[in-house]
DNA sequence: GATTTATGTTAGATTTGTCTAAGTTATAAT
DNA sequence: ATTATAACTTAGACAAATCTAACATAAATC
């Protein structure tokens, strides 16, 4: 179908443009570590595949083509990283890479046995919703940590701009999904906030660290 | 390390060269599937990567060094064949060509994970053995069925020259590995067998099979 | 509004892995 | 032993994905 570049060019955009619907291919040159004239080349290819729309000088946009083909990547990105979790035994923070190689695998049938096994998850290890076989994907309306005041008591959904570390630093605090948090204080200069959580535990987090985590309200 | 393609021929010429210890060009291109002049300069390439012995006009060998990176291809291949079928449900016809894919991961976790989540097994799904991390193999002294005589009763060890048509044609018959198997008759004039399996099952089985099939005696 | 800076584009080179066409060497057949 | 066939090599072309250098446009700043 498409090569491993242009899956890797696919789901860049759909993750970057995320927000706004459109990236600049600076952006796009930044995230996958190219250069410019090369991510400009890659752009005019997959216009004339009608994945993209594109235009001098103009953000670019997946066509709803392209967006149903990210989809279907992340789907089996989101699907292994599940399996390697819950069924190999792998910590959230170690099958990100893993899964960056697995998603370009081409077998439907092995994708399918993987949603299979895990009965046909909603959501991978970090909160993110997988999309359908169709390539349609739903993200429940959290709230960001962040947006929450004092008092407050939430549970911890999904974790969002995951990073190694990141996650290593939310295992050492036995911070996972599911848990249930106390907002004690927001501290008003620097936005950060004190927390428990598990009875004993009190932590601190900082406004980046607080912007990173969703969570609903109880 | 070395490319997804290279791989693939230091796998395709490991796999050739198993009997005579060499290959022609003209084997390799068959079973990649490429003309003569693609593999004529691949394998000047390896050369230089001290993968192979290659001169003008001789047969293809493969240096030590190329050796163990073979087999090291055919450990993620055969660990991953292994797993498909005792951890995710797959049948042995199923996991050739998904494996195929797999065996190209660079993540040596993963492998291990796999190796140990099976126990360290020292066999493929089709009864080869899976070479050790350092890549050394050794294959048990089974005896091909076709050489065996009425009367003998063996152990069905592994299945050689696979196809799924021919895993399958096994599936259909109930043969698989570990069954006890007793030579009732073998006809003269084209070297088939009439064997019993199973208490009840009587099957004929052609030369061709007879000699894709390696048992040991009991 | 003019100028500087950041972003985007074009042109052309490079690498990898493939091909076809043409020529060379080895092997098999008469 | 000569010839015919099969196997191998060389030369050169091509597509994919990258790069650098030079140029163009848009945005930000003064």
Chains 1, 2 share one sequence.
């Not at 709803?64 to 699907?79: D, F, P």
């Not at 893993?98 to 959501?123: C, M, T, V």
């Not at 739903?138 to 939430?154: F, H, M, N, P, R």
């Not at 911890?156 to 295992?171: M, S």
Request: hydrophobic residues 40%; aromatic residues 8%.
């Amino acid at each position: 179908m498409h090569s491993y570049t242009e899956e890797n060019y696919l789901k860049a955009i759909f993750n970057l443009s995320a927000e706004k619907g459109e990236v600049s291919a600076n952006e796009i040159s930044v995230q996958l570590k190219l250069k410019m004239p090369t991510v400009n080349s890659m752009m005019k290819k997959l216009a004339v595949k009608k994945l993209v729309h594109y235009e001098s000088y103009k953000p670019i946009k997946l066509t709803e083509k392209g967006k149903k083909e990210a989809s279907l990547i992340i789907r089996k990105h989101r699907l292994t990283e599940m399996f390697l979790v819950q069924k190999m035994g792998f910590g959230w923070e170690e099958v990100h890479e893993i899964a960056e190689q697995i998603e370009h695998l081409q077998s439907p049938i092995f994708f399918e046995r993987i949603d299979a096994l895990l009965g046909y998850p909603k959501i991978d290890p970090h909160g993110s919703p997988i999309p359908d076989k169709t390539g349609k994907m739903e993200w429940i309306k959290y709230e960001k940590l962040s947006s929450c005041k004092a008092g407050d008591t939430v549970r911890l959904a999904a974790v969002i701009h995951t990073t190694d570390e990141f996650l290593k630093f939310l295992n050492i605090r036995g911070l996972q999904l599911g848990l249930k948090i106390k907002i004690k204080f927001v501290e008003k200069f620097d936005s950060s906030m004190i927390v428990s959580y598990n009875k004993s535990n009190t932590e601190m987090l900082s406004e980046t660290e607080c912007e990173r985590l969703l969570v609903e309200k109880i």
